[in-house]
């Protein structure tokens, strides 16, 4: 995987790569029990319904652009920190600007 990733990367074309420990056919939850990390550490299955959440807000916000994150669910239930996009602007503060605003 990370020579292909490397390969995007290197293209010049505008890219996320979303990281799954694999997913499920459990239904979706609320975008608080989603979690969108840069690390590989406690990555559990995610449902199929998320992980489509996620690809399709990715496609809508500079915020997703060029960045690699893993996804997962996230530990305590009830952990509110954002909607989807707030996740990806969060993520963004710990990488270089968005390439694109």
């Not at 199929?48 to 996620?54: I, S, T």
């Amino acid at each position: 995987h990370c020579q292909c990733e490397e390969m995007i990367k290197q293209s010049g074309l505008s890219y996320t790569i979303i990281r799954v420990a694999g997913y499920n056919a459990d239904l979706g939850t609320d975008s608080s029990a989603v979690r969108l990390q840069k690390m590989n550490k406690n990555i559990t299955a995610v449902s199929r319904v998320d992980l489509a959440q996620v690809i399709a807000s990715a496609l809508l916000t500079p915020n997703a652009c060029n960045l690699i994150l893993y996804m997962t669910k996230a530990q305590q239930r009830g952990v509110l920190d954002g909607d989807i996009w707030q996740k990806f602007a969060r993520l963004r503060l710990e990488n270089e600007p968005a390439p694109f605003q």
